[in-house]
């Protein structure tokens, strides 16, 4: 059977699911009625459905190790409140071989100056601590509500003169990333990277800048329809005075001489503004956007669409922001909420995986231990490009409203031919070849003997944690050239064959499925 007849079966699950919003079907009867009959290898075992939905959401990948996490939790509700009790911001995961991550704002500057290591580049360190902290942390829900706020408080990496704070914004998100929103929304906002990314930094009494004061209001907080433009010409006023020392200490302060006083009304938020010093007028009014009902319901879209569906329903939002207001902007019981809903538990495989999530999912299921080394063909240092050759690169959408979270941006042809590449460059071993720990083809048969089917069974098990169908089991023979009853001898297991079948896997629907 030929490549295109691969493709095709792989490819077209993928697209009409996407472009349609269905649920992938189960193989036809009349696939196993012409002779592929799916193996059943159920020594290796699977999460239930449901548990599988809830991690898949929630992870960047089900490995083995984290699969018999969720078992011994008790299933996947279990684990993710498991996960909720128990994630510690605090703690740095992953590895920390960047030793750039940790300099101060004024020697990164002077380093990128002087051309000891630019700011770009420092930047690329920030990338590949971030893809491997979602690589190798057990803190796997921690991590996804990191990337999720890091979206919803959009700077990206490449925007002007962000460089010298951007690891240390980053830093900022991730310890609040499942605590209150009250407590975010100053923490970001304010923090030096997104005023100088939205100009807030420069705006004085004379000259309001209303960047983040619109951003504020309709990507951050309320939302489009719930503002005017009177609005955003108040909290620009407001927000004056909130000063960067550009070009020396590269420092946060507030400027009084720089602020603009007098009465500010804002939605229904209305202060005297009489002191020059006005932190504590802007620490109540973030309070109040904070605790807005539109910034609830506005929130609560947001995590339905990330988690559940490209259409909320309404129903679904409200509830989840009734639990917002009613614990005080806390985030987690905001999940929790979310999590045992309806709604989430009749979405699996709703959602596609984006091209970053490919990548790691794809390292995860894989196998692939990335080592640590400065060459510029080594795993830990092409882990960005390979996320940017799927379309976007890693926390680099140009605009402040944060990567798109739906399934039509991430469902075209383009997308789904740049992914198979990647498949088959690491499932074959062709790239990269350097700085990583792999299983050998050997380690992949479950047996000393066993038929082509079962093995094909057993590696979806393991890979996509769900039994294998005749239309996987029918590409895989297409790629290997193998008959279904063929028989597999773990001594002899071909590199080549091995990579075949890893990459057909992860160029199933059920892979770009989460």
Known sequence: MSATRRQTLLTTGVAAAATTGAALVPASAAGAATGFAPGRYARTRVLAASSRHVVNRFSY???????????????????????????????????DWWESLHWDPVTVYDNNRTGVRSGWLVMDDYRRRTLMRRMTSTQQVLEVMAEFWEHHFHVPLNADNVYMWRADYGDTIRRRALGRFADLLPAAVLH????????????????????LARELLELH??????????????????????WVEMWKSWERFFRTDLHARGPVRILGFTDANADSYAVPATQRFLAYLARHPATARHVADKLVRAFVSDQPKPTLSRRLAKVYLSHDTRIKPVLQALVASKEFQRSVDAK???????????????????????????AVSVLSDQVGALGLGLLSWPRPDGQPIDNAAWASPTRVMASMSLHWNLAQGWWPRTGMARPTPADWVPEPKLAFRDLVDHLSRRVLQRPSTATLLEACCAVTGLAPDAEVVRETFSATTCGRLLGTLLDSPQFYRR
């Open 61 to 95: 990948g089900i490995t083995p190790a984290l699969a018999a996490q969720v078992r011994a939790a008790g299933g996947g509700q279990e684990w993710f409140a498991r996960q909720l009790a128990k994630a510690d911001p605090t703690r740095a995961d992953g590895p």
């Open 192 to 211: 030096p990277a997104m005023l100088i990314y939205l100009n807030a930094a420069v705006s004085t009494k004379d000259h309001p800048n209303e960047n």
């Open 221 to 242: 907080t309320v939302g489009v329809g719930h503002y005017g433009e009177n609005d955003v010409k108040e909290t620009a006023r407001l927000l004056t005075g909130w």
């Open 352 to 378: 596609l995986r984006d091209g970053d999530d490919d990548v790691v999912a794809s390292y995860r299921l894989l196998g692939i231990g990335v080592e640590q080394s400065t060459a510029s063909d080594a």
